[in-house]
C-alpha cells in the first residue's frame, strides 16, 4: 500500500515516458516522501519550469530524444548549482555515468533497480541542505570581511581598497570621483552619558540615515568608531560639496532618544577630490585633516581640501613626522645628548638630556622638526616615558664607567606639558629610579614656564610629589609670560632658567638686560638658584657672573654630545 502522507517534496522529472514518471513517483511515495510533480521533456519546458517555481531534486532520463541528460544538467546547473541532479536510465554505461557525475549530476540509478532511488535521494537532500548552509557559511564570512559588524556598511579595508580602485579609475580614464571623510560631534557624550549600548544604536540608526542621502553607485563606510567614509563615483567637487551639505542636514535633522533623554547629533566633513594625482593613503589622510580643519572652524562644517591650504599641508607634513617618530619609538631610534650647565661658583655642575632622531640615512633630525607634531598628536607622554627610561640606563652606564666624563650632579629632563597631567607618571620615575638604583637627587626635570601656567594645579601636584621624593625641579623659559613673578609663590621649585631669548640680547638691549638682572634678583629672594639659558660668548658669560647667576648654559659653555648609550636595558 502507498502511502498518502510523508514529507512534501518538489521534484522536476525530465521524462520523455508518463509511464516511466509515474513508476518514479511511486518509488518516492515508498520512499516516505509526499511529492508534487512536474514532468518535462525539452530543454525550454525545463527552463520554463525552472523559472517560475523552486525544486528540491531534479530527476532525469538520460535518454530522451533530441534532449540528453548532460544538457538538462547543464540547465540545472545555471538556475541552482545545489539542486540534487539524480539520473535515471535503462542502458547507461559506466563510462557515461562517470561522464556525467564529473559534470555535475550527484547520482544515477538504473531503471531495472528503482530501490535505490529512494535512499539516493534521502542522501543527496541531505548533501544540498549542506552545501547551502557551507555556502551561506562562506557568504556569512566574506561580508563579515568587508562589512562593519555593527552597522553592515563597508568596513575599512573595503573602502580602501574601493577608493584604490576610484583612483586607479580617475588615473586612467580622467574621470573624477569624490572622498568624505565624516566625524560625529560630542559622541563621546552619548558613550559617556548612557553607556556603550546607545552608542551602538545610534550609529546604527545614522548609518542607516545617511544611506539615504548618497546614491546606490557610491559608498557609505564606518571607517573609526564614529567616523563615517563615503566615495562619490563619478562626482564633481562641487557636486560632492552639495552631497556633503545634504548629509549635514539629514544629521542635523536626526535626533537620537534613548530612554527619557534626547540628543541633537552633527558631524564635521573634510571632502578630497579623487583625480589620480594622490594614492589612497594620501587622499585618505588629507580628508581626514580637512574633517579636522572642520571641527576647528566650529563644528558642523565642511572643508574642502585644497593643495594650496597651507594649514592642511603643515598639518600633512606633521602626520609624515608622527609615522616617522613612532617608528623611531618602536625600533629605539631615539637618542640622548647632554649639554653641559656649568656652576659659576663652587657647586656642582649639572647636564640637560636633549631627545634627537636618527634619520633613515643615520642623520641625527632635531627636535625642532618633530616635537612639534608630538605635541599636536599627543605623542610627548610615550616620548617622555621613553627619554626618562633610557636616561636612567645611559646614566647608571655612564657612573660605572672609570673614565667618565659626566660631572656629579644632576641630569636635568624636559616634561612636555601633555605630562604634567600623566597621573602615572611619577610612579614610572619612582620605579624607573629604583630599578637602575639611581638617588632622586641626581634627577631633575625641567617644566616650561608656560605649560606650569595653563596647568597650574597640575603642576603644583606634579613638582611637589618630585621633589617630595627628592628629584630637582627646574622652571624652564621663565620670564616669558606677563605675570611670572606671581606665580613663584605657587610654584616651589629648585631652579629657574632664565628664557634665552632675553639673555642672548642683554648685552645689546638694556630692557633685556634689565629684564635677566630682576629675574636672578627676585628668584634668589625666593630661594631659587638661577640658570642662564643661550650663553653664546665670553663676554656675555662675564656678565652674568657679575650678576652672581647661578649656572649658565649655551655654546660658550659646551655643545651637546651624545649621551653614551647603555650595552643592555637592564641595571647590574
Not at 544538457?71 to 561522464?99: C, M, N, Q, T
Not at 609624515?320 to 637618542?335: F, G, N, P, V
Request: proline fraction near 3%; include cysteine; charged fraction near 30%.
Amino acid at each position: 500500500m502507498i502511502p498518502t502522507d510523508g514529507i512534501p517534496l518538489r521534484v522536476l522529472i525530465v521524462e520523455d515516458s508518463e509511464d516511466d514518471a509515474i513508476l518514479l513517483l511511486r518509488k518516492i511515495r515508498l520512499g516516505g516522501y509526499r511529492p508534487a510533480m512536474r514532468r518535462v521533456d525539452t530543454a525550454e519546458a525545463m527552463r520554463q519550469a525552472l523559472e517560475t517555481q523552486a525544486w528540491d531534486l531534479i530527476i532525469a532520463d538520460h535518454n530522451i530524444p533530441g534532449f540528453g541528460s548532460i544538457e538538462a544538467l547543464e540547465i540545472a546547473r545555471k538556475y541552482d548549482a545545489d539542486i540534487p541532479f539524480i539520473l535515471v536510465s535503462g542502458s547507461i554505461g559506466e563510462e557515461i555515468a562517470v561522464d556525467a557525475m564529473k559534470s555535475g549530476a550527484h547520482d544515477y540509478v538504473m531503471k531495472d533497480n528503482l530501490t535505490r532511488l529512494p535512499p539516493a535521494i534521502d542522501r543527496e537532500l541531505r548533501e544540498a541542505e549542506n552545501r547551502r548552509a557551507h555556502r551561506k557559511a562562506e557568504a556569512m564570512i566574506r561580508h563579515m570581511a568587508f562589512h562593519d559588524g555593527l552597522t553592515g556598511l563597508v568596513n575599512r579595508a573595503e573602502f580602501e581598497r574601493r577608493v584604490a580602485d576610484a583612483v586607479d579609475s580617475a588615473q586612467r580614464t580622467g574621470e573624477q570621483h569624490a572622498l568624505c571623510y565624516l566625524d560625529l560631534d560630542q559622541f563621546k557624550l552619548v558613550n559617556d552619558s548612557c553607556g556603550h549600548l546607545a552608542g551602538d544604536e545610534l550609529l546604527r540608526r545614522l548609518s542607516r540615515r545617511l544611506r539615504g542621502g548618497i546614491r546606490e553607485s557610491d559608498t557609505l563606510a564606518r571607517v573609526g568608531g564614529d567616523e563615517f567614509g563615503v566615495l562619490l563615483n563619478n562626482c564633481p567637487l562641487a557636486r560632492a560639496e552639495q552631497i556633503a551639505r545634504g548629509l549635514l542636514e539629514r544629521i542635523k535633522d536626526f535626533r537620537f532618544v534613548w530612554g527619557e533623554r534626547s540628543f541633537n547629533v552633527s558631524a564635521s566633513i573634510g571632502v578630497a577630490r579623487v583625480n589620480g594625482e594622490d594614492d589612497t593613503n594620501a587622499l585618505l589622510s588629507v580628508s581626514d585633516m580637512a574633517c579636522y580643519r572642520a571641527k576647528e572652524k566650529g563644528r558642523g562644517r565642511i572643508h574642502l581640501y585644497s593643495r594650496n591650504d597651507s594649514e592642511l599641508c603643515r598639518r600633512r607634513g606633521e602626520m609624515q613626522w608622527i609615522e616617522r617618530l613612532q617608528q623611531a619609538i618602536e625600533h629605539d631610534r631615539l637618542e640622548l645628548h647632554r649639554q653641559p650647565i656649568r656652576a659659576l661658583s663652587g657647586a656642582a655642575s649639572h647636564n640637560e638630556l636633549l631627545v634627537r632622531m636618527c634619520g633613515d640615512d643615520d642623520t641625527l633630525v632635531l627636535p625642532d622638526c618633530f616635537i612639534p607634531a608630538a605635541e599636536r598628536y599627543n605623542l610627548m607622554p610615550e616620548i617622555d616615558r621613553w627619554v626618562i627610561g633610557h636616561a636612567c640606563a645611559q646614566y647608571r652606564q655612564q657612573l660605572r664607567m672609570k673614565n667618565s666624563s659626566i660631572e656629579c650632579g644632576a641630569i636635568f629632563i624636559n616634561l612636555s606639558a601633555t605630562s604634567l597631567s600623566d597621573d602615572g607618571l611619577v610612579t614610572h620615575i619612582r620605579e624607573q629610579l629604583e630599578k637602575y638604583d639611581i638617588a632622586p637627587r641626581c634627577m631633575g626635570f625641567e617644566i616650561t614656564e608656560t605649560a606650569a601656567i595653563a596647568d597650574l594645579d597640575c603642576a603644583i601636584r606634579l613638582i611637589t610629589a618630585l621633589r617630595g621624593f627628592g628629584c630637582k625641579v627646574a622652571l624652564d623659559d621663565f620670564g616669558t609670560g606677563m605675570n611670572s613673578f606671581s606665580y613663584l609663590k605657587s610654584l616651589k621649585v629648585d631652579f629657574i632658567k632664565i628664557d634665552g631669548g632675553f639673555v642672548r640680547t642683554m648685552l645689546e638691549d638694556a630692557m633685556d638686560n634689565a629684564i635677566v638682572e630682576a629675574v636672578n634678583h627676585i628668584a634668589h629672594i625666593a630661594g631659587i638658584q638661577t640658570i642662564a639659558e643661550c650663553v653664546e660668548n665670553d663676554v656675555t658669560l662675564s656678565r652674568l657672573a657679575g650678576l652672581k647667576v647661578d649656572f649658565v648654559q649655551g655654546w660658550a659653555v659646551g655643545r651637546p654630545e651624545a649621551f653614551t648609550r647603555p650595552t643592555t636595558s637592564q641595571p647590574t
